[in-house]
């Protein structure tokens, strides 16, 4: 892309998309001017879209791949991932404002989520980081991607993180919520205040057969359970919630979420095959793509920080944001901030 091109798309979406999403969003235009300070966009209190539509499939590596794809076929590419116990519907605001500013927009369900399914039953559920990351590999190369913007929140923030460090040549820009979450195994077998502790209550319970089953039993009370109290102060209606509770049908749905959350405590293994891949991780390779990291002031599982805790894994250009009003779905409570700071690390 060249730069006038470039240019000319972000001055397109200052102008028009942003225009838009500030009128849909009530915002005041001023805030969109704040480029690396704390933005006072708040909270979306309704969905602006009502879904994505029909969703296509396509076999990528050891899946058929469930995902959402708008924009023209030659924008340039952003891969949108979202995290649990959420789905694609986390983005169903901000592909319209990428789609405006020129970009084609790819949002893929996860292994064990939505219409994504194995292409083989004597497939491991293995939910460990570094298999999710390869999952998006496999679908940018079916896709015939070969680079993207990639942007993401929780498990679709890790394995955004985990692209950029170990396949820069396949992520043009990032943009992370909550900042550098690469998993190290040992790192995470110390013990946290109790305060933080608690906050990550249900990876115990799910170290636990009790907890399997009782996620199993009562997957959408449960997941509407973590909807509020990751996002305190958002107000999402039944409505959106159900539209991405469906997505927690997927029959892989509970191994996949069980296996990542042991597997992090190191109370399930990972497979030999991505040892070599998962001993990189663990060392906290470094970043250098251009990056922006945001923080929700109201998530409720990660207090929003000035970002210099993890600074030192950033050596490209990076910006860090604090979203004000926005919980852990960051992406759908504030898609206009979510899509400004994609554009704007596409600029970098």
Known sequence: MSDET???????????????AASQLNLAGSA????????????????????????????????????????????????????????IHSFVDVAPLLVSAGYRVIVPHLRGHGTTRFLSDATARNAQQSVVALDVIALMDALKIEKAIIAGFDWGARTANIIAALWPDRCKAMVSVNGYLINNLERNKLPLPPKAEHGWWYQYYFATERG?????????????????????????????????AASFDNPDHVSIVIHNYRWRLSLAPGEAQYDDLEARLASGPVIDVPTITLDGDADGVVPASDGSSY????????????????GHNLPLEAPAAFAKAVVDVDGF
């Open 212 to 244: 399997q089953s009782g996620y199993d039993a009562n997957r959408e009370e449960f997941a509407r359970l973590i909807w509020a109290s990751n996002s305190p102060a958002w107000q999402f209606n039944d409505a959106t919630f159900a539209r991405s």
């Open 311 to 326: 600074a030192k894994k950033f050596t490209g250009r990076r910006t860090h944001r604090i979203v004000k009003g926005a």
């Open 6 to 20: 470039s240019l000319n798309r972000r001055g397109f979406f200052g102008a028009a998309a942003l225009a838009i």
């Open 32 to 87: 969109f001017a704040q480029s690396t300070s704390a933005l006072d966009i708040p909270a979306a209190g309704a969905p602006l879209q009502a879904s994505f539509g029909s969703l296509r499939q396509i076999e990528a590596g050891l899946l058929n791949v469930g995902y959402a794809e708008t924009g023209s076929a030659d924008g340039p590419a952003v891969v949108l991932l979202h995290g649990w116990p959420y789905d």
